[in-house]
């Protein structure tokens, strides 16, 4: 089974410039993630979609980051414009479903920004 | 609001040796989730096990078991015969039913030779 892709593995931007990622989740799997890891801290939410539907948003920044899944497969975060505190590891997650509802979250490899 | 409370930043354990990595939460909730995750240098987090409230009995998986103690808001992770792989920060984390999933600071732990 194929793990969770995404892309680029590493980004360097100055301030102000836009920036994009990539999500690739398990084939399947109807519910995607985005975090964001700063260096030190463990990884937060930004948002969760289940299938084509936004979940949970309530901690992404909406005046510069934007994230759409198309079809309920392949997802893309977008920061316009990037600031220097969006420095940090960008991680993707997707799950399935289940009842019992004790699913386990597949991590990808994760982006990591620099912005200069 | 929930937390996580990873009290360690760092640790370290000879190999063959036995750590444990201690994290406390903070929830009103009486059924909940806790989970253990390894995050390597690669970045990918690998989920090493996973307690579920309602559970008394300590989830294990291999060298992995857990401590918890659901009372006192305690999910401490043993790792026994420690091996060099097993170096990586370590991440406690809890969750409710359709909750968002809430880390703490992590610990990293250091396996040496």
């Known amino acids: 089974e194929a793990g969770v892709a995404q892309s680029p593995r590493y980004k360097i931007i100055e301030k102000r410039q836009s920036v994009a990622f990539w999500c690739n989740p398990i084939?399947?799997?109807?519910?995607l993630y985005w975090y964001q890891q700063i260096l030190g801290q463990g990884p937060k939410l930004l948002i969760q979609?289940?299938?084509?539907?936004?979940?949970?948003d309530s901690q992404l920044p909406k005046d510069r980051f934007s994230a759409e899944r198309l079809k309920g497969v392949d997802s893309t975060l977008k920061i316009q414009p990037a600031k220097l505190e969006d420095s940090a590891v960008y991680l993707c997650?997707?799950?399935?479903?289940?009842?019992?509802?004790?699913?386990?979250?597949?991590f990808g490899p994760g982006t990591r920004l620099t912005v200069t | 609001a929930q937390t996580v409370t990873q009290s360690q930043p760092e640790m370290s354990v000879q190999e063959a040796e036995t750590v444990t990595l201690s994290c406390t939460y903070d929830?009103?909730?009486?059924?909940?989730?806790l989970f253990w995750y390894k995050q390597p240098p690669s970045r990918q987090m690998i989920l090493v096990i996973r307690?579920?409230?309602?559970?008394?009995q300590n989830a294990t998986e291999n060298r992995f078991s857990v401590n918890f103690q659901k009372a006192a808001k305690s999910f401490s992770l043993k790792i026994s015969d420690s091996q060099l792989g097993d170096a990586a920060m370590y991440f406690c984390?809890?969750?409710?039913?359709?909750?968002?999933?809430?880390f703490g600071e992590g610990t990293q732990l250091t396996v040496n030779p």
């Open positions: 984390a809890y969750r409710t039913s359709g909750s968002r999933l809430t």
């Open positions: 929830t009103s909730e009486s059924d909940y989730y």
């Open positions: 084939s399947g799997h109807a519910t």
């Open positions: 997650a997707s799950s399935l479903i289940r009842l019992a509802d004790t699913y386990e979250q597949y």
């Open positions: 979609f289940q299938n084509n539907g936004v979940v949970d």
């Open positions: 307690q579920e409230a309602y559970k008394q």
